[in-house]
């Protein structure tokens, strides 16, 4: 089925549950009325771009750049990651220049408009509408995160993979903020899916909503092939 949408799901069942689910968009809005205890949902929108770095680099790193005001309000644009060269200045003066390209070319990602200039020491929790998870290869773990006030082309999105400083083919995916907190689940049940057009994987639902998630999943032609209760 070509409308087929990847969805990355995370829940909140005791400890954080992450699973993999391939749905049509319609599906995926209809399932989500049966769900509780999930956080935002990300949603595939860019796949296996390839990356091959020489310099294997693997530690946290973080930047965060200011974008400007809008209305008073200052605007910024952060990204985090395992796969960058920005946190520590280095006495070294060459691993000090490819610090400060590496920072270049983030600043270098964002609208001409936006005038961006770096930031260091920020911790302001910000709320960022839209966020941008990159997945390298198999790994379950996201490899970097962009957050930003403004909605990224796809052309701008695919050349932050050139900050991953590793090998392997990424994917990218979207997500936007819950308007509400995240409620635990109670008594959660992982359900795995598969339909004749393709769509399958996983997702919780709580046991009190199974029925009537069977009773959907059914009059979309998806069987449910295996059940578990987590809390069981």
């Not at 408009?113 to 990159?134: D, L």
């Not at 290869?137 to 400083?165: H, Y």
């Amino acid at each position: 089925m070509t409308d087929l949408k990847h969805y990355k799901l995370s829940f909140h069942a005791g400890e954080y549950i992450d699973l993999n689910l391939s749905v049509t968009e319609s599906q995926m809005d209809s399932l989500k009325t049966y769900m509780i205890g999930f956080f935002p949902i990300k949603e595939r929108i860019i796949s296996g771009i390839k990356i091959e770095s020489n310099n294997f680099v693997y530690r946290y790193n973080y930047a965060t750049a200011f974008t400007g005001s809008i209305n008073g309000v200052p605007q910024f644009s952060n990204l985090i990651g395992f796969h960058g060269l920005f946190k520590n200045v280095h006495r070294d003066s060459t691993k000090e220049a490819n610090r400060q390209t590496e920072i270049s070319n983030f600043l270098n990602l964002h609208e001409t408009s936006e005038n961006a200039s770096i930031v260091f020491s920020f911790r302001k929790k910000i709320n960022f509408p839209y966020n941008y998870h990159y997945y390298v290869s198999n790994d379950p773990d996201q490899a970097m995160k962009w957050q930003s006030f403004i909605e990224r082309n796809t052309g701008v999105l695919t050349s932050a993979c050139g900050l991953l400083k590793r090998k392997g083919r990424v994917d990218i995916y979207k997500s936007t903020p819950n308007t509400s907190a995240v409620v635990p689940m109670s008594d959660p049940i992982k359900l795995t899916i598969q339909g004749n057009s393709g769509a399958g994987g996983q997702l919780l639902v709580e046991d009190d909503n199974y029925n009537d998630v069977e009773t959907y999943l059914d009059s979309q032609n998806i069987d449910i092939v295996a059940q578990t209760n987590l809390f069981d």
